[in-house]
């Protein structure tokens, strides 16, 4: 009985969190274009597992050629291919290609991959479920590296295991979750405790049907700490965080699923998006007129002719007149472009209030620098958060979040490791503010560095 009362208090508090309510247009228009980035992958798995009506047609296009273009490790591809499995299509020989490539999580994937009717000639569920039982700690967490259990990639263990029924793997990899709960009652990663480390451990224990496990009590409130308008912030007090409120809504959609007696992570079944031609898609975007503009078009010419018709009997020529040019104003303010200031202002001249130094370094993996040191230009009230985001745009790099970056140049956070991920120093110093809110001044030096482990 105290096992039921713990999910239905559960299932309430998430009831009462912000939902993840989209459109297709709003999907076509926000995620698809981030195809082959952990974020958009991740709102895949989220919305086919709410069961909402979208048509991934455009989604798939561009993942195709994210596949085409980009330089993906071993496990983004796999959760690229996890995608195609989800909304119905093949993965090809993803298994095979590249189970082991990338560490354990590679070996969790290709598992996921299995479970959603993937192919291989090398592995098979048993053999993959073997070799992550192998890598268990004495702790029971699993982790990438070293012999410290990590809370994320113990979840995600556990989550690709449960379909198995791996028994005796998944208890002692809870007993580790359960063991390694903060004071607060939350998760800590990548040094600090966050959401996505608590939505991982939510999404684990809807796939175990352990949400009544009275350990991990409350769990769901602690996850209500971190929500914020529009969303979910990586950690509690923070501003709303892409990859925060994506994995926060996934632990809320796994829930449901499991409440409906469908396997976490296991997605139905569905049809095949259609083929569609990525530039023929954006043609017809940028051409096709609004729904909405159309609607207004025929609304008012309709009352226009009625007007019209009155006033023409009543002979009021004047009055006709200034209802046409009112109508004509109308109609130019709905079809002309009106840009946003970001739009306009991009690359304003002139009104510059200094420049800065910024660079982004991935030395700690090897790895060549995104951007060398460029000397780049500063407005008022720019942020460190503007300054990249300008650079970025200017050179087709892709960035994920604002407040907290999650990744640059399609290198994210924990890639290598459960404490890797972006940092920004300004002048060789740390700042403890969100890069939104610290601002720049002139000739100050901003690297954004990816890092092994925090303020490495």
Known sequence: MRKVFCVLCALILLSALPAAAIDGDTFNEQIAPNAGTSSAEWYVFTYRMQGDEIDYSLYNAYLDKALE????????????????????????????????????????????????????ELYTTDSLTQTIASMQLQSGGFALSGESGVTDVTAMAITAL??????????????????????????????????????MVLIALAATDSLGDERFAGLADILNQYAVSGGY????????NAMATVQAECAKAAITYAQCGKQVFVFDKTSP??????????????????????????????GLACVTALLLQKKRLKALTAIVLTLGLVIACCIVKIETPDEHFAVSEGTAVGTVTLSITC??????????Q??????????????????????????????????????????YGAESGWMYSVNGSY??????DYKLKDGDTVEWKYVLKLFQ
């Not at 030395?363 to 060398?372: F, K, N, T």
């Not at 700042?431 to 939104?436: F, M, R, V």
């Open 69 to 120: 273009t980009k330089a993906l490790s071993a496990v983004e591809i796999q959760r690229c291919a996890l995608a195609k499995l989800a909304i119905g299509l093949s993965d090809g020989t993803t298994v095979d290609e590249t189970a082991g490539k990338g560490g354990i999580m590679s070996y969790i994937f290709a598992l996921h991959l299995l479970n959603n009717g993937a192919t291989s």
């Open 233 to 240: 912030s990586h950690t509690a007090g923070g501003a709303k």
């Open 431 to 436: 700042p403890e503010l969100a890069c939104t």
């Open 363 to 372: 030395s700690a993996i090897g790895e060549q620098d995104v951007l060398e």
């Open 273 to 302: 998006p259609r083929a569609v031609s990525l530039d023929e898609s954006q043609e017809t975007k940028s051409t096709s007129p609004s729904v909405k503009i159309i609607i207004i078009a025929i609304i008012a010419v309709c």
């Open 374 to 415: 460029t000397q780049t230009a500063i407005y008022k009230d720019d942020t460190v958060y503007d300054v990249l985001l300008r650079a970025t745009k200017q050179r087709g790099i892709i960035i994920v979040g604002s407040s907290y970056i999650s990744s640059i140049d399609n290198l994210a956070e924990m890639q």
């Open 162 to 199: 449960a379909p198995l029924g791996m028994t005796e793997t998944i208890q002692k990899a809870l007993t580790f979750l359960a063991n390694t709960r903060q004071p607060s009652g939350g998760y800590k990663s990548y040094g600090c405790e966050n959401c996505e480390a608590t939505a």
